[in-house]
């Protein structure tokens, strides 16, 4: 079977789409003082506390979808920000549950806001957003 013309490619063009999502992002960001996957661990570790947990890095990781590692680098970034507390578990000295500052969960609200816009833009074509967030999550449990 011969190779695909790239424009007939579904992983090809799922490529260009997410690195253009990417720029968009990025650059939404940079204001803010936030990269992406800050912005990602940020926002996700606000959430999970307003849905009233304090996630350890583990948890957060796989809420993020982020690696363990990564995610404790970027989380004593965001400390260090002054936007997340990392606190010894009582449970597990090992761990640290995290909570977001007063400061970081305003950054989290914002920058989510910033987020959603650059969504709504980027997929503004898309007429049908149910099958879309259907497709999305098919392809994001597998």
Known sequence: MP?????????????HATLRWQR?????????????????LLASTWWLNSHGEDPNQLTLARQAGTDVKMTSQVIRKLEAKGLVLREVDPADTR??????????????????????????????????????????RALGSG
């Open 95 to 136: 761990a640290r549950r995290l909570r977001v500052t007063e400061r970081g969960a305003a950054l989290a609200q914002e920058a989510i806001a910033v987020v959603e816009g650059v969504d709504r833009a980027f997929f503004r074509s898309v007429s049908d957003r149910t099958t879309l967030l259907t497709m999305l």
């Open 24 to 40: 968009d992002i990025a650059a939404a960001l940079a204001p803010l003082d936030l990269t992406h996957v800050q912005f990602v």
């Open 3 to 15: 190779p695909l013309d790239p424009e007939e490619s579904p992983g090809f063009l799922l490529w």
